[in-house]
T-cell receptor
């Protein structure tokens, strides 16, 4: 069974630029999550989808972050414009039950 | 906000020793999970314990849950160098909404 795929794996941008991350969850997983993990901290939930509907986006900075999950499968997370404090690893996970399966993450560096 | 708080934040032991890490949380939960994260990689699910369970085992892992104290512990027995990683507890308060703690960084010295 293929795992959660994410791309790109690494991204370096300058502040005020925009960036997009892509996630392909495990086939059949209805729930998809995006997390932000700052160095030395635990993952912080940004947004949770159930199929293509948003369950929780209370911690998503909506003035600069946006996410969509078209057709209830793949998802993209966008940051526009990026700030220095957005430097982090962005993790995507999917699940059918309580167990989440994580992708390898995208490491973002904002200069 | 992060509900779980792991203790200690860092732990260094010799190979073969047991490693114990603790997690405390603040609100009621449906279940509590432990995940492992190797450096620069994604998280891997280790074990899940439900709110009506007190202890669970999986291989060299033993998890306990005390809902009256809002705390859990993860014991790794006979540690190996490959166990070197960060360990996170994650609390599920319902609807599969999971909140992660700040993690314990475990180093197992060969």
């Amino acid at each position: 069974e293929a795992g959660v795929a994410q791309s790109p794996r690494y991204k370096i941008i300058e502040k005020r630029q925009s960036v997009a991350f892509w996630c392909n969850p495990i086939s059949g997983h209805a729930t998809l999550y995006w997390y932000q993990q700052i160095l030395g901290q635990g993952p912080k939930l940004l947004i949770q989808f159930q199929n293509n509907g948003v369950v929780d986006d209370s911690q998503l900075p909506k003035d600069r972050f946006s996410a969509e999950r078209l057709k209830g499968v793949d998802s993209t997370l966008k940051i526009q414009p990026a700030k220095l404090e957005d430097s982090a690893v962005y993790l995507c996970a999917s699940s059918t039950t309580e167990t989440q399966y994580f992708g390898p993450g995208t490491r973002l560096l904002v200069l | 906000s992060q509900q779980g708080e792991e203790d200690p934040q860092a732990l260094s032991i010799q190979e073969g020793e047991n490693a114990t890490m603790n997690c405390s949380y603040k609100t009621s939960i449906n279940n509590l999970q432990w995940y492992r994260q190797n450096s620069g990689r994604g998280l891997v699910h280790l074990i899940l314990i439900r709110s009506n369970e007190r202890e669970k085992h999986s291989g060299r892992l033993r998890v306990t849950l005390d809902t009256s104290k809002k705390s859990s512990s993860l014991l790794i027995t006979a540690s190996r160098a490959a166990d070197t990683a960060s360990y996170f507890c994650a609390t599920d308060g319902g609807y599969q909404k999971v909140t992660f703690g700040i993690g314990t960084k475990l180093q197992v010295i060969p």
